[in-house]
Every structure is written in structure tokens, then in C-alpha cells.
């Protein structure tokens, strides 16, 4: 499977890089992620080009990272800043550097060329940082699937009436009206509950005193795999800004093929200075995600074995997949896209730089011994 290139994957939360180093790999590429001395963030390839040990066994000196084993300094741009043994071969030495965006408490990295970036892509999740409006729980599991398959199980939220009891028992998914929207690159699942029941607990935990209210579930996929499901509830004849909002991030990037890095989030209008209450909800995510979603998926990929694209399985579509197929049609055509960027076949459009082309390692060097 080809990851698509030109494309933000989500790579930490901001508050992970608190605690020094970070080292994830994503889409196949080991990246050690760092805060510099003047506050930026940046991204190296975790590969020292030396001996092939990871950068994020060193450390951070200024804003450069030093290697743990001889020395090797690399500054944000991965170029060499100081090679104390051998100053001669410095300019000559070099790591792969990330284009980085830090934004709604998240860090962003581009897996292309960076000087291919483009911000303005980057999918809007204000409630991730509107402090004013929004508490945010947030976390991060580490599930043994495809991202795809995380992706379809966000898309089709018919399975929350089986998979995770206690949450919508006492209606059928087939009441509500569910609908695909395609605007571009961007699909949507939209998802009206109206006529919803809430029991006496469900009405206290909302705050909405009403035993039937509206709602909605919209879910906004974004390529490569960024999902928001902004859901609503409210008193019947009001709307939704005037009801429970409880949006939350869904933001999977690919560490493997078949191994998924799952960013999550939920923020609520309600109770929001209520910290222990935050703290709750991410255990409940946590758990959620971890025993319920996490291990549906896992054992679909251990069925999938080395088959990378679901599709080419031939599964039975379902009206509820409609935005989950609609998705890996859009990152078809994308990777299709990028395919023909890549070989120059664009009729005349302008060719993006191949981002592997880039010098990565010091093995195209000749030492004199
Ligand atoms: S392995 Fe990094 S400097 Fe030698
Ligand atoms: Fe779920």
C-alpha cells in the first residue's frame, strides 16, 4: 500500500512534547519530533545517517538535536550543524526534515516535500482549542489495524447500537436519517437523530430536562484519515447551537500498513470547568476505543492477513457504508493523483518534487580510510 504523500497527518498531541522527545513512526518512516529553545517544532527523520541509531537516543542541544553515539548535530532543517569528529564531511551530511504545523493543540506533519505544504489543508477542528467554549478530553490508543478500517468504523456509526451497549439502546439505528455528502475532497456521514429519547440519566448528564429531544452525528472525513463527528442534541424546536454540542476528533495515521496510531478527542459545552468530570471521559474513551472498537478492527485485519485494500476483498456494502466507500474512492484518486505528479504525467501541470528523492542518509558518501 502506497500512503498518500501530500497530505497532514496528525503526529503527537502539542502536550506530548513537554516531556522531550518524541519518537513515532508514521507511514513506514521512523520521526522524532522535538520543541525547539525559541518554542517551534520540529521533525527529523529518527535515523542517525552515521550508524543508523535513532536521533531520539540523543538530545536536544539548543535547537539542534545531537546524537547519542558520536556527536552528529542536526539543525530543524536536517541539516548537519556539527560534526565534531570529521568537520570536513559536515555539509555533506543530512537527515529528512518535516514540514511541521502546530494548531488546535495538535501537531501536524507533512509527509511530502515541505516545500509542498500547504497549511490551508489542514482540516478545521476549533473545539480542540477554543478553550472558552469547550472541555476537551484527549488521548491516544495504539490499535494493531489498518487505518482504513478505523476510518469505516467512524463513518458507519450504525455499529454503536451493537458494538457499545448502554449508549443509544433504546432506539434502532434505522430510525435515523443518514445521508452521504461529498463536497470535494471532504466526505460527509450526516446523521439526524431526531425524535431521540432520553431517559431520566441521559437527561441529567445532558442537562436537557425533556425526555424526547433532536439530534444530530454528522461525521466530516478529510483525507488522509482526520474525522470530526459533531454531534448535537437539543430541545425539540430549538437548534443545535442551542442544545448539548459534543463534537470529537477522530485522527488516524498510519504507523504501518497494519498498525494504526489513534489520536482522540470529545469536547462538551456543559460543566466545562469540571476537570475531574474531563478526566473520567478519557478513562471511558480510553477503555472504549481500547476493548470495543480497538479489538473489532484488530481481529478484521488479522482476517484481512496481508490483503491492503478491504475493498479488493470484496466485502458486502451496506447502506451505512456509503461514506466509509466513498472515502477510499476519494484516497484512490488522490494516490492515483500523486502517482502521476510522481512520473511527470500531469499534461503540462506543474510536477511536484518526489519526496524520497531527497538525500536521507550518509550511505552516498565516500570516505577516504
Ligand atoms: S551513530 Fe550518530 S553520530 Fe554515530
Ligand atoms: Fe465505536
Known sequence: MTFLKHAWYVAAHVHELAEGLVSRTICNEPIVMYRTESGAVAALQDRCPHRFV???????????LQCGYHGLAFDTTGACASAPNDPQQQARICVKAYAVEERYNIVWLWMGAPETADPAL???????????????????????????????????LSHVHYLHSGVHDEVHFSQFDNKLKVE???????????????????????ELPFPIVDGQGHSRWNPPANILVDTAYWQQGTSAQDGLRSPSAHLFT?????????????????????????????????????????????AQQAYLGTETDFLDAKPIILKADAAGVAARRVTRRKRREEAALFAGGTGGAAVLPEPDARPVSGDKLRVEI
Open 184 to 206: 470535494g475532497d471532504t466526505v460527509w456521514s450526516m446523521l439526524w437523530r431526531n425524535n431521540y429519547p432520553l431517559n431520566p440519566a441521559k437527561q441529567k448528564m445532558m
Open 54 to 64: 535513532p536521533l531520539s537516543m540523543g538530545k536536544r542541544v539548543g535547537d539542534t
Open 122 to 156: 489542514i482540516p478545521a477542528f476549533d473545539f480542540l482549542s477554543d478553550t472558552e467554549h469547550y472541555a476537551v478530553a484527549r488521548g491516544y490508543s495504539h490499535i494493531k489495524a489498518n487505518y482504513e478500517l478505523l476510518t469505516d468504523n467512524l463513518l458507519d
Open 254 to 298: 498510519p504507523e504501518t500498513e497494519s498498525t494504526t496510531h489513534y489520536f482522540w478527542a470529545s469536547g462538551r459545552t456543559n460543566d466545562i470547568h469540571n476537570e475531574p468530570r474531563t478526566r473520567v471521559t478519557e478513562e471511558r474513551m480510553k477503555l472504549l476505543f481500547e476493548t470495543e472498537d480497538g479489538p473489532m478492527c484488530e
